[in-house]
């Protein structure tokens, strides 16, 4: 190993030990022995201080000096034909590996007729291999030369003792942990995990209260028989992810490969496993992290007696009736076709696998619960109209009561298919202007998504085994649900959004997409399918290009309505950039999900399109809504495009989302659309009054105005289903006929203005003449 030893005897940046000499100067010392360069060169005493060096002593270097020793021990056995006890079975394979990695070099001294390979040596003879785990400490009294192999003397009675066979009816030696670990001496109490590359450093030590109880520090207990735990059991890792390398100049053969130093250092979290069979995620700042593999502890409901609590409290409350899984179908296929596509926030074949094994028994299933059953039936039962005997109605709040009743039971076993209730029943509270509810529910679903690591890739745990393909798929289409209904919240209401965008790792669905080419159907039946029904479905397509869309305007959400310091160059700026990177993912929108808005209306698509191509519109208006004014934040002088720029996009904008409506109310029905369709033309809406309001040119007001009688008729029919849709409607007129008040007393006020100046100026100039007559 010639490049290895070059390595170790290269100098080091930094030493340990400087010389009283060198420490007297001030000056660098190389650490040299008997004489350092600096004392050799000044011809001076050179004197180093008495210190303790077996904190340098590395635990490779103590492996390989102790393997070497009982290879020759090995070899003096093998000569003189003694009998050795058998190798206990447990610790056969941790030796067979602790030979592989520290395989000593071969010793000189070793007859060439006896020489063998470790490995075959150590497979053909049982081995003697001291405790290192359990050898305590040396006594700091002790010279550093007590730490010298001398050579073997066989006259010592102990090692006789050792080396005389036993006798029958005496037990081989152990080599087992002890029962009690030595807690006396100054070593760090390890577990069976550590990594043997792990250099020791004593002098840390000094530097702990003596006062602290070893008992707090969570130590590494032995089992009942004294044994050491299985090493699979708790070193397996689920995390895929491979240790960094520290890239440092400094590097020794001590310090190389070490992993523990490693996981201390991490920075990242990942997935760990609970006593509930759920995988939660835990950062690196919790310390959980270090558990890779391991079970962290947490108390939860077993889930048969959830199941027996949540029938107990529907009955309690009188929600108890008895519903067909006719009806259930029915209003869950309503939730797949008109709600879902747009939030997508639940995998169909997912949900209805994890539901049959639910039905037949299996209630581990993390991706089916009654909880989230009845929030779908919530949000489909708002598309039906009609009354079913034996049901509360309005049906859809009879579902939403049903689970708003088992909510409490479900938080306390939650699985991912709490998530998605949580996101799917904030949407139905929206529906029902239940804004406070609405807006909790989904922060819930956001956190408990992020507790369950929805966030983070799920590809290296499907590339290492630990996950498979369909339950990644599924995490991926919670976690961007539960992300797409929270930004919803957002702009719905105003509020800031709890932007987690720099930390989400997650793929998108279509990474984990296992069939291509699968369909969208309008019917509830296959009777009353046709051919035109069924259309390209393009589902996994439409939320990768959603998800673009929101990671290019996050940054500028944040500042632009919610950070009140932000100067106006720097809001224009940030404006001008984010404008470009959607004018680019508008341009660059893939063939199957592209629209021409400019011309006569398209082959049909499906509902979810449609929508996505309203989203882009609306965050077009959101963009360039605060720079309509002149001079409310346009930066002066003046830098980009300016207002009328600004104006233009947002009617533009607006224009497009009516006629998408008028599309959308061609091919299907308002009574069967996505709830944030609902402030998507609110939006709009209000751009087009304010543009009626004030355009003078008669062909353009009639354009404008026949556009804003669409958005309005709109949110009437959404009102049938949308209880939030017939609020907007109502601020939106009051919203009109406050502006026009305005614009006409302003105008009025303008021509008085106006009379007067022209009076006034008239009465000057017959004064003037009069004078001069005169």
Known sequence: MPEAKARSLRNRRHITIA???????????????????QCNAKNRNCLYAEVDRRNRLSLRKAVEAYSQRVKQLESFI????????????????????????????ESPNTNSSQETSPENAFNKHPRLVP?????????????PQALRLDPLDISSPSLQAILQAPADDVEAPSMNIPMQ?????????????????????????????SDIGIGGLGTWTPNSDGQ?????????????SPPTLPDDDDSTDDEDHLAVTNQLSARLGSLLTTDNGEKHFYGATSNFNLARGGIVSALYAKRNEKERQAQARLEAVGLDQSISSKLEDHLLHLFFTWHNPSLYIVDQNTFNKARK??????????????FLLNTMCAVGALFVTRKYPGLPSPLGEFFASRATTLLDIELEHPQIATVQALAILSSHEAACTRDTQGWLLSGMAIRLAIDFGLHISAKPYVEAGTMSTEEARGRSVAFWGAFATDRMWSLYLGRPFHNISQAVTMERPISFLQQQGNHWTEGTSQENRGPEDELLNYQ??????????????SPLEGSLYFQADASKTELQSLAEKTWGQMLSWRANLPKELNLDLESPMPAKCVPHILVLH??????????????VAKHYIQPYPQVGQGHQHAREMCVRSASRISVLLSWYEKWYSFSQINIQVVQITFSAALILVYATVSETNAQNHRQLTGHLEMCCRALAELGNIFNNATRTLDVLLHVKRTWQARLVAASAGSKRRGFAVTTESQSKRRSKSDDENR
């Open 19 to 37: 010389c009283w000499p060198c420490r007297d100067d001030k000056i660098k010392c190389d650490g040299a022995t008997p004489v350092c360069r």
């Open 181 to 209: 670990p030595n807690h006396s001496t100054t070593a760090l109490p390890f577990n069976h995990c550590f990594d043997v590359d792990w250099v020791w450093d004593h002098s840390m030590m000094a530097h702990m209260d």
């Open 614 to 627: 309203m989203l882009y519109e609306y965050l077009v208006i959101l963009l360039h809504r605060p720079f």
């Open 131 to 143: 405790d290192l785990v359990n050898t305590p400490a040396a006594d700091p009294s002790d010279s």
């Open 228 to 240: 050491l735990p299985q090493e699979n059991a708790l070193c397996s890792s689920s995390d895929p």
């Open 78 to 105: 093998r000569a003189h034909d003694l009998v050795l006890p058998p190798t206990d079975p447990e610790h056969e394979a941790l030796l067979n590996q602790l030979s592989t990695l520290y395989a000593p070099n």
């Open 540 to 553: 996994e397509v439409t939320v990768g290009q959603w998800v673009q869309l929101s990671r290019i305007m």
């Open 357 to 370: 094994q639910f039905e037949q028994g299996d209630v581990k299933t993390s991706f089916y619960s009654p």
